[in-house]
Antibody
Framework: QVQVVQSGAEVKKPGASVKVSCKASGYTFTAYYMHWVRQAPGQGLEWMGMVNPTDGNTNYAQKFQGRVTMTRDTSTNTVYIELSILRSEDTAVYYC????????????WGQGTLVTVSS | EIVLTQSPGTLSLSPGERATLSCRASQSVSSKSLVWYQQKPGQAPRLLIFGASSRATGVPDRFSGSGSGTDFTLTISRLEPEDFAVYYC?????????FGQGTKLEI
C-alpha cells in the first residue's frame, strides 16, 4: 500500500536551516510529483513548491524562492526540503504530498513534520 | 495570484443536517483544478473532491461538489459525527497552488 513517511520533529534557532525528509513506498516513485505544503499553528495550508522525482526539476512558490531547496534521491525513494534563514514565522507543520502529473491535486499526504523555530 | 475565500468561517450544525460550504475565487478558475480537502485535528488533509465534482476513492456519496467559474460549493447531504472537521478548497493556476482559509464544521 502507498506510504509516505516523514522525518521527525525539529527545533531550530532563528537564522538556522532545517532539512525534512519524505520517504515514499508502495508506488512508482518517479510517476508522481512531490509537493511541500506547510501549516502554521491554527492556520491554513500554504503551498511551498514541488520536485519532479524523475529529473529533479523544481518549481517553487515565489514567496520561498532563494530560501528553499527541494531535492530527491531515487535510490531511496526520498524527497527532501531544506529551508534556510529560519524565522519564527516558519514554525509550522510541513507536509509532503504527491500529485500525478497533470492532475493538479494531492491524493496522498505524509503525516507531517513539526518544525519549531525559537531562540 | 488567485485568492480563494471560503464561507462561512465556522458552520455549526447537528448530525443528520445538510451542510453547504462555499469557495469563491477572485477570478475565474478552471473546474478541472478546483479541489476540496477535509482535515481533522492532528491529521494531514484528505482529498475529498477533485475536478470540482468528482469524489476521490473511498469518499462517501453524501459528499458532493459543484460550481464553475468563481463560485464552488461542497455539500454534505446528511452529516455524520465523523464529518465534523475543517474543509479547504484549493486551486491550481499560473502562480501555483492556492488554498482557501478553511471552513470549520462544528457540532
Amino acid at each position: 500500500q502507498v506510504q509516505v513517511v516523514q522525518s521527525g520533529a525539529e527545533v531550530k534557532k532563528p537564522g538556522a536551516s532545517v532539512k525534512v525528509s519524505c520517504k515514499a513506498s508502495g508506488y512508482t516513485f518517479t510517476a508522481y510529483y512531490m509537493h511541500w505544503v506547510r501549516q502554521a499553528p491554527g492556520q491554513g495550508l500554504e503551498w511551498m513548491g514541488m520536485v519532479n522525482p524523475t529529473d529533479g526539476n523544481t518549481n517553487y512558490a515565489q514567496k520561498f524562492q532563494g530560501r528553499v531547496t527541494m531535492t530527491r534521491d531515487t535510490s531511496t525513494n526520498t524527497v527532501y526540503i531544506e529551508l534556510s534563514i529560519l524565522r519564527s514565522e516558519d514554525t509550522a507543520v510541513y507536509y509532503c504530498a504527491r500529485e500525478l502529473p497533470g492532475q493538479t491535486y494531492f491524493d496522498f499526504w505524509g503525516q507531517g513534520t513539526l518544525v519549531t523555530v525559537s531562540s | 495570484e488567485i485568492v480563494l475565500t471560503q464561507s462561512p468561517g465556522t458552520l455549526s450544525l447537528s448530525p443528520g443536517e445538510r451542510a453547504t460550504l462555499s469557495c469563491r475565487a477572485s477570478q475565474s478558475v478552471s473546474s478541472k483544478s478546483l479541489v476540496w480537502y477535509q482535515q481533522k485535528p492532528g491529521q494531514a488533509p484528505r482529498l475529498l473532491i477533485f475536478g470540482a465534482s468528482s469524489r476521490a476513492t473511498g469518499v462517501p456519496d453524501r459528499f458532493s461538489g459543484s460550481g464553475s467559474g468563481t463560485d464552488f460549493t461542497l455539500t454534505i447531504s446528511r452529516l455524520e459525527p465523523e464529518d465534523f472537521a475543517v474543509y479547504y478548497c484549493q486551486q491550481y493556476g499560473s502562480s501555483g497552488y492556492t488554498f482557501g482559509q478553511g471552513t470549520k464544521l462544528e457540532i
